[in-house]
C-alpha cells in the first residue's frame, strides 16, 4: 500500500540529488595520466553511488510508508551511557592517533562504538577492531601510497 509522506519524499529527493550533484562534480576532477588504476575519482565516484543508492532506499520507503514516523520515536528516551560511549570512542581516536598510531587508535575506537551499540564482547570486539583497522590501513598506506598515521603498530609492518 502506497501512502506518500511528503516531508520523507522531500528528503529522499535531496540525498538523490547531492548523490547525482557529486556523480557530476566527481567527472570534472582532472586526472593526471600519473595515475595507472586508482585515482583522485575513486572515492568521490563510491561516495556518489552511495548517496544515489540511499536517496533511492529512502524514496522507496517513504512511497511505501515504511518510513519511520518522528512521533514514534519521540516517547524513546535518549540513551545517555550509549552516547557516552559513541562520545569517547571519538575523543579516543583523535587523541591517541598521534601517539599511538591508526590501527590502536581505530581499534579503540572500535571497541567503544560497539559498546555503544549493545556489544558486550571486549575481547572479540577488540579483534574485530584490529582486523578491520589493519585492513584500513594497509589499504591506505601499501594500496594508495596514503599516511592515515603511522605508530607504534603500524612500524613493525
Known amino acids: 500500500m502506497f501512502s506518500l509522506r511528503w516531508p520523507q519524499v522531500a528528503v529522499a529527493s535531496g540525498v538523490l540529488l ?12 582532472p586526472v593526471s595520466p600519473l ?7 575513486v572515492v ?5 553511488f552511495g548517496l544515489i543508492a540511499l536517496g533511492l532506499a529512502l524514496a522507496v520507503q517513504s512511497v511505501t ?32 592517533i598521534g ?21 558486550r564482547r571486549p575481547l572479540f570486539d577488540t579483534g574485530v577492531g584490529v582486523i578491520v583497522a589493519l585492513v584500513a590501513y594497509l589499504g591506505f598506506d ?9 605508530g ?4 613493525l609492518l
Open 18 to 29: 547531492l548523490g547525482l550533484v557529486v556523480l557530476w562534480q566527481t567527472f570534472q576532477i
Open 35 to 41: 595515475y595507472a588504476r586508482i585515482g583522485p575519482k
Open 44 to 48: 568521490p565516484f563510491a561516495v556518489s
Open 65 to 96: 510508508g515504511r518510513w519511520t514516523d518522528e512521533a514514534e520515536l519521540q516517547d524513546e528516551p535518549v540513551d545517555w551511557p550509549s552516547l557516552g560511549w559513541l562520545g569517547l570512542g571519538l575523543v579516543l581516536n583523535l587523541t591517541l
Open 99 to 119: 601517539p599511538l598510531g591508526f590501527v590502536i587508535a581505530s581499534t579503540l575506537m572500535f571497541v567503544c562504538v560497539a559498546r555503544a551499540f549493545g556489544s
Open 142 to 150: 601499501k594500496v594508495l601510497g596514503i599516511n592515515i598515521g603511522a
Open 152 to 155: 607504534i603498530l603500524e612500524g
